[in-house]
Structure formats: C-alpha cells, structure tokens
C-alpha cells in the first residue's frame, strides 16, 4: 500500500520519545527494591486544586471562596450546562484559556477522535488541530488518497469491508509513533483490538452522540457516501439511518466506551435539536483532555513526592556491601593484607 509514503512524506514529527513513563517505571522499582528503605509518602493531605499556578500548594482560604463563588455564578442551569455556548465572544476566550494550559502540558501527545458516522470526528477534528497547531489526518481520506483518491464506498465495493480495515489498522499503526497529530478515525476502527493498542499511546476520543442527531446528519450528506448506510433508495434515508446506526451502536458501544475521554455531542437552548456547534464541541473536547493530562500530572507529582527514609545507612551500605571493602576487612575488622589494603 502506498501509504507508508504518504505518510513519511506528509509528517515531518520524530517519533514520540515517552521518556518521562520510562523515568517513572524505572525509579519505582529501583526504590523498593531494597527493603530496608521505604519510600513513604512526605504528606498525604490532598493538593488544593484551583489553578496551575497554585497548583501544588494549598490554596489560602480567601482563594478557595472566590473561585467557588465565580464557579457558581457562570449562569449554568439544570436545563442549559453549558451557557457560554451561546456566546461565542465568550467561548473564544474560553477556548483561548484552556488551550494556553492544555498546550504546555499535553508536549505533543496524539489525540485519537472516535465515534459513529455523522459525529463530527472530521469537522471537529480539523478544528481542534488548528487549534492546537496539530497535524489533522482523516484515516478514511488518507486510505482514499493512497488508492488514487478513489472513495471509500468504491474501496468497499470492490475490494470488501476486510481488505478496508486492513488498510485503516496499517494507517493508524504508522501515524502512532509521530507527535502533534490529531488523528480522525473511521467509524469502525475501534473494532480491531490492535488499533487500541496504538491508539492508547495518545489520548483517545470519544464523539458520543444520540442516533437520531447523526442520522439527521449522514441522511443530510446522502447514505451513498456511507457504504454501510447506503440502501440503494430508501424511501426515508433519515429513517433507514437511524434504524442501521442503533445497530451498529449497539455493537460498538462497548468498545467505544475504552476511550480516555467522552464527550457528548447534546445541544442545549437554542442547540437543543441540532446537538452541540463545532466549536463548543471541541471546547468540550479540550477541557475533558485538559482535566485528563493534569490528572495525570497530579499523579506523577504525587508519585515523586517520597523522601528514602534511612538515607544515611543506604549511603553506608556501599562500603558494607562492596565486595572490594569486604575482602579488604578481616573479621576482626583490621584490614588485610594486599593490594586491597594499599587501595
Ligand atoms: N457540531 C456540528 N453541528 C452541525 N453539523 C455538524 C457538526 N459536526 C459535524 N456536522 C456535520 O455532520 C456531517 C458529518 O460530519 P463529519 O464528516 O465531520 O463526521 P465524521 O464523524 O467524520 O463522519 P464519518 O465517520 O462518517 O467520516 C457533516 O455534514 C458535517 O458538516
Ligand atoms: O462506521 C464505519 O464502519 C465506517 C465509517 C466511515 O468513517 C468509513 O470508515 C467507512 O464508511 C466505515
């Protein structure tokens, strides 16, 4: 297949070098291996979470009050959670803030978009990748430009659903080593359990939409271009999508439900029938992750906060333990005679 090359010539990203997991897994055992010395905990009272930049230390009481007042007088209600989504001044700023954040920590990691046809993978994908300064690549664009831009309901037609995702699963294996991506997979890549395992090298996605609101989109686009909607004309294409994607919602939930991140693609006041604008979506999409990677930042923090007890007796240990210093004592403890003695 040609799109080892396409791809090679499209990224110029070094692969991920993932140095800091490496650091942690060989620190961890490194301190427990020796049982005299235990790595407890400095403290174990909970870090006071406002902002990054208190992060880490605990908040003054007058700091907690304030956030907690403003965090209850953004105008969420039950019925509109998401307020700001109507004013898109607003929701500029919003994205602008958690972006600023979002960019020193995520240090290139992939962002995988999963979810059913007609969830905005593509829309929001490149949005986000603009956003993020990312690369964007549509798994189902790039398998149609290595067979000479041919479509995918044509790739399926003659050469079958099998050979289709044999190609998407070699796509996504060579995109998994580089950084800066977001990554638009199709529908169906989330069924090959070897996808997942190079997708979970970056943050995975999930578009979690209501079957109605995507069949209102995929039957607006035309099912043609969708090889498993295409009914060869459906009376009411709405209908006949809302019917085929339940199923295969149904089927794919379960692996759905193995991203990092779900985000839902509702609507509410005047989104309510239309689900969620782009916008607000990748919004959602850019604190859910924002929350997961200072999640993870917390937990490594939390995991370097040790001090060795019995420092002291490990640096003694070395002199104990040496076989030179050993076989230079003699058991009255005078030292023997040699080269050892003169060392
Ligand atoms: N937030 C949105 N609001 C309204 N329409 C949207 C939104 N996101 C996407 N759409 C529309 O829905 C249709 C499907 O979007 P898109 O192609 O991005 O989905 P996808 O998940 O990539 O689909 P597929 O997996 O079938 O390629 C398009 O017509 C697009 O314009
Ligand atoms: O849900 C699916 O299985 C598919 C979704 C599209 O993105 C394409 O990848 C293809 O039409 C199959």
Same mark, same amino acid.
């Given at each position: 297949m040609a799109s080892s090359q396409l791809l090679q010539r499209r990224t110029g990203a070094a692969p991920a070098?993932?140095?800091?997991?490496? &650091?942690?897994?060989?620190?961890?055992?490194?301190?427990?291996? &020796?049982?005299?010395f235990t790595a407890a905990p400095r403290s174990a009272a909970p870090v006071a979470r406002i902002s990054r930049s208190s992060w880490g230390r605990r908040a003054e009481p007058s700091l907690l009050v304030s956030v907690r007042a403003a965090a209850e007088d953004d105008g969420r209600t039950p019925d509109h959670p998401y307020p700001w989504e109507e004013d898109y001044d607003l929701l500029g700023d919003k994205v602008k803030a958690v972006t600023d954040e979002l960019e020193k920590d995520l240090k290139g990691c992939n962002i995988w978009l999963v979810g059913m046809m007609g969830s905005g993978k593509s829309t929001v994908g490149k949005m986000l990748a603009n956003t993020l300064k990312y690369t964007f690549f549509d798994t189902d664009s790039v398998i149609e430009l290595a067979h000479d831009k041919k479509p995918v309901s044509q790739i399926f037609a003659e050469e079958g659903q099998d050979y289709f995702r044999q190609c998407e699963a070699q796509i996504?294996?060579?995109?998994?080593?580089?950084?800066?991506?977001?990554i638009a997979t199709g529908g169906g890549a989330v069924l090959r359990p070897e996808n997942w395992g190079y997708m979970h090298l970056g943050i995975v996605c999930w578009l979690n939409g209501d079957v109605e609101l995507l069949a209102r989109r995929v039957a607006k686009d035309g099912l043609d271009k969708r090889p498993l909607l295409a009914e060869g004309g459906a009376a009411d294409p709405q209908a006949a999508a809302r019917a085929k994607l339940g199923s295969l919602l149904d089927e794919r939930r379960r692996f759905y439900e193995n991203a990092d991140v779900v985000v839902s693609l509702e609507g509410y006041g005047r989104d309510a029938e239309n689900g969620a604008p782009s916008p607000a979506v990748m919004y959602r999409l850019l604190t859910a992750v924002n929350e997961k990677v200072q999640a993870k930042k917390r937990e490594q923090a939390e995991r370097m906060n040790f001090r060795i007890e019995g420092a002291e007796q490990l640096r003694n240990m070395r002199t104990m333990e040496s076989p030179a210093a050993a076989a230079a004592v003699q058991p009255g403890g005078e030292a023997a005679e040699g080269p050892a003695q003169a060392a």
């Open positions: 070098a993932r140095g800091s997991q490496a &650091h942690a897994a060989l620190l961890r055992p490194a301190v427990s291996r &020796h049982t005299p996504i294996k060579e995109l998994s080593p580089y950084r800066n991506l977001v």
